[in-house]
């Protein structure tokens, strides 16, 4: 350590940084935009834009749910209800099909859910919207990547985590002046203009990037680091027992059915006791086990857009007679409630429109934070070969691909998430397993980027898709207003927010893409000009000859 410890830092900040970086820009925006998940799947669904708002009591909407689930479910082992919110105005039900036949083929074999969405009022389905993940595809790509073993995918990306929290500490240790270098910034500057942009943008939300990412960590803590559960409960049940007494609520025990059908005693009685319990406080799900069964179990768990904490509090009823069974996660333990908050803190879900706001600029900050360094590392290796590349060689095949990556994930990845947008709306209704099909093309449109990128990481590339990006973001609402059924309307039912505020942030996004790709043209014109003016005249005798044209 002869450069001293603050500069062996500057080394693991480097590397720590560029060597998930690009993994960590696409949890970034994916995990920003799962902020507005809800708003996202609702945009995607525009046969329901245009449906009259219709508000109703919790208990009238969970008898409706119950009503629609007894005509449709009545055998299933299984009946979840999700309340209406002010995100979500419908009331969602899902129901798992009974166990088919033993004698049943494989695919039959296989149990399923179904899922609707109803009137809170009339318990009426509302109109069939289209098949898509919508905005829980972001969430679910953040930490389960798509496409492998879901595993695999959270050991990756905590990997990265790990990673990305070194980077934040090792950089508050680096930069001496971190809080005086916040306010400067220095245009034009090269390599010291990108070093202000990435202090700058670090700066910015760091709470909330050591935040976010310590939290991240923490959401699947009982994955990384399972031996002291392992360990101290290894003769009491292992990991399951713990796990039951450190939250505690009935959510993993077996409901068996009995056999002896018996009616489902009246839900609303049940979801007022809960509300009176939690002092007014509303129901968010109910979880019906074994319905019109005599072993019948009522589960309601209090809705999450009040308390920090991820775990919330539910009561249990027998489904039968209505009385209360017991209450659970009342007065969580210390390091339960520890664990619930941190957990809340990384998903948000408790945070109002307005700092669930600052939280998807605090998530840009920190995609511009990791997409500056990226290209900072690149440009300050780019002038190692600048002598090599004077004299007509080429830059190292490392710094090579360094730069097609930093392409196709920095300007690829919003390409791609536009086009799931498009594919979302220009795909046919009847197109066979629909929600895959879209995701499908984000990859398509992604891995397109990605390729061209490293066959020609040039400024004319870079300039080419961050202008296509920027074009595909900023006509989405020209095509949400054409490709609706019912084009040109902002929906009340869960206020203008829900489709305008799409729009509007679709247009920002698109304006931002196309300055960066003004830039790059500006750049590249630059670096055409010095070119040319570097270039030495030839001879007066070839001029003359027509030898040097």
Same mark, same amino acid.
């Given at each position: 350590?002869?450069?001293?410890?603050?500069?062996?830092?500057?080394?693991?900040?480097?590397?720590?940084?560029?060597?998930?970086?690009?993994?960590?820009?696409?949890?970034?925006?994916?995990?920003?935009?799962?902020?507005?998940?809800?708003?996202?799947?609702?945009?995607?669904?525009?046969?329901?834009? #245009?449906?009259?708002?219709?508000?109703?009591?919790? #208990?009238?909407?969970?008898?409706? %749910?119950?009503?629609?689930?007894?005509?449709?479910?009545?055998?299933?082992?299984?009946?979840?209800?999700?309340?209406?919110?002010?995100?979500?105005?419908?009331?969602?039900?899902?129901?798992?099909?009974?166990?088919?036949?033993?004698?049943?083929?494989?695919?039959?074999?296989?149990?399923?859910?179904?899922?609707?969405?109803?009137?809170?009022? @009339?318990?009426?389905?509302? @109109?069939?919207?289209?098949?898509?993940?919508?905005?829980?595809?972001?969430?679910?790509? /953040?930490?389960?990547?798509?496409?492998?073993?879901?595993?695999?995918?959270?050991?990756?990306?905590?990997?990265?985590?790990?990673?990305?929290?070194?980077?934040?500490?090792?950089?508050?240790?680096?930069?001496?002046?971190?809080?005086?270098?916040?306010?400067?910034?220095?245009?034009?500057?090269?390599?010291?203009?990108?070093?202000?942009?990435?202090?700058?943008?670090?700066?910015?939300?760091?709470?909330?990037?050591?935040?976010?990412?310590?939290?991240?960590?923490?959401?699947?803590?009982?994955?990384?680091?399972?031996?002291?559960?392992?360990?101290?409960?290894?003769?009491?049940?292992?990991?399951?027992?713990?796990?039951?007494?450190?939250?505690?609520?009935?959510?993993?025990?077996?409901?068996?059915?009995?056999?002896?059908?018996?009616? +489902?005693?009246?839900?609303?009685?049940?979801?007022?006791?809960?509300?009176?319990?939690?002092?007014?406080?509303?129901?968010?799900?109910?979880?019906? /086990?074994?319905?019109?069964?005599?072993?019948?179990?009522?589960?309601?768990?209090?809705?999450?857009?009040?308390?920090?904490?991820?775990?919330?509090?539910?009561?249990?009823?027998?489904?039968? @007679?209505? #009385?209360?069974?017991?209450?659970?996660?009342?007065?969580?333990?210390?390091?339960?409630?520890?664990?619930?908050?941190?957990?809340?803190? /990384?998903?948000?879900?408790?945070?109002?429109?307005?700092?669930?706001?600052?939280?998807? +600029?605090?998530?840009?900050?920190?995609?511009?934070?990791?997409?500056?360094?990226?290209?900072?590392?690149?440009?300050?290796?780019?002038?190692?070969?600048?002598?090599?590349?004077?004299?007509?060689?080429?830059?190292?095949?490392?710094?090579?691909?360094?730069?097609?990556?930093?392409?196709?994930?920095?300007?690829?990845?919003?390409?791609?998430?536009?086009?799931?947008?498009?594919?979302?709306?220009?795909?046919? +209704?009847?197109?066979?397993?629909?929600?895959?099909?879209?995701?499908?093309?984000?990859?398509?449109?992604?891995?397109?980027?990605?390729?061209?990128?490293?066959?020609?990481?040039?400024?004319?590339?870079?300039?080419?898709?961050?202008?296509?990006?920027?074009?595909?973001?900023?006509?989405?609402?020209?095509?949400?207003?054409?490709?609706?059924?019912?084009?040109? @309307?902002?929906?009340?039912?869960?206020?203008?927010?829900?489709?305008?505020?799409?729009?509007?942030? %679709?247009?920002?996004?698109?304006?931002?893409?196309?300055?960066?790709?003004?830039?790059?043209?500006?750049?590249?014109?630059?670096?055409?000009?010095?070119?040319?003016?570097?270039?030495?005249?030839?001879?007066?005798?070839?001029? %003359?000859?027509?030898?040097?044209?």
């Amino acid at each position: 350590m002869k450069e001293g410890f603050r500069q062996s830092m500057a080394w693991l900040h480097t590397w720590s940084g560029l060597l998930v970086g690009w993994v960590l820009f696409m949890v970034f925006a994916a995990g920003t935009a799962s902020y507005f998940k809800d708003e996202i799947t609702f945009w995607m669904k525009p046969e329901l834009h #245009a449906v009259s708002p219709t508000a109703a009591p919790q #208990a009238k909407a969970a008898e409706s %749910a119950v009503a629609f689930l007894q005509q449709r479910g009545a055998n299933a082992p299984r009946w979840f209800i999700t309340l209406p919110t002010e995100r979500e105005p419908s009331t969602s039900v899902l129901y798992l099909k009974p166990p088919p036949p033993a004698g049943a083929a494989p695919v039959e074999r296989r149990r399923r859910f179904d899922q609707a969405l109803l009137d809170p009022a @009339t318990g009426q389905a509302v @109109t069939a919207p289209r098949e898509t993940r919508g905005g829980e595809f972001f969430y679910r790509l /953040h930490f389960d990547l798509h496409y492998m073993p879901a595993i695999w995918a959270r050991w990756i990306v905590g990997f990265c985590a790990m990673f990305m929290l070194v980077a934040i500490f090792s950089g508050i240790v680096t930069h001496r002046r971190i809080f005086k270098d916040f306010f400067t910034f220095r245009p034009k500057k090269g390599q010291r203009s990108w070093l202000d942009a990435h202090n700058v943008t670090a700066v910015l939300a760091l709470p909330y990037h050591a935040m976010i990412t310590y939290t991240g960590l923490v959401t699947l803590m009982f994955m990384y680091m399972p031996w002291a559960p392992q360990t101290a409960y290894k003769e009491h049940g292992g990991t399951e027992a713990f796990l039951a007494e450190a939250f505690p609520g009935g959510g993993r025990t077996q409901f068996k059915a009995s056999g002896t059908k018996a009616p +489902l005693a009246p839900i609303a009685p049940m979801v007022a006791a809960a509300s009176s319990h939690w002092n007014g406080a509303p129901v968010g799900r109910i979880t019906v /086990h074994v319905p019109n069964d005599a072993n019948a179990v009522v589960s309601i768990a209090r809705a999450g857009t009040e308390r920090l904490s991820y775990d919330q509090p539910s009561m249990q009823f027998n489904g039968v @007679t209505g #009385a209360q069974i017991g209450t659970f996660g009342d007065m969580p333990k210390a390091a339960a409630e520890a664990r619930g908050v941190l957990y809340g803190l /990384h998903i948000g879900r408790f945070a109002d429109p307005l700092l669930r706001g600052l939280f998807f +600029l605090s998530g840009l900050a920190g995609c511009l934070m990791v997409a500056t360094g990226l290209l900072l590392w690149a440009v300050k290796e780019r002038q190692k070969f600048a002598k090599t590349l004077k004299q007509g060689g080429r830059i190292g095949w490392g710094l090579r691909l360094v730069d097609g990556l930093n392409l196709g994930a920095i300007a690829g990845l919003p390409m791609a998430m536009a086009a799931f947008f498009w594919a979302n709306r220009l795909l046919p +209704l009847d197109v066979a397993d629909r929600g895959e099909a879209e995701i499908g093309w984000f990859f398509i449109v992604w891995g397109a980027g990605a390729v061209l990128g490293l066959l020609r990481p040039t400024l004319r590339m870079w300039q080419a898709q961050l202008a296509l990006g920027a074009l595909l973001f900023v006509l989405l609402p020209v095509l949400n207003a054409f490709t609706g059924p019912a084009p040109l @309307t902002v929906s009340l039912r869960s206020g203008p927010s829900a489709v305008a505020g799409f729009d509007l942030v %679709a247009i920002a996004l698109g304006m931002g893409l196309a300055g960066a790709a003004w830039l790059v043209e500006r750049k590249r014109r630059k670096a055409v000009s010095r070119q040319a003016a570097s270039t030495p005249p030839p001879p007066p005798g070839l001029a %003359a000859s027509g030898q040097g044209s």
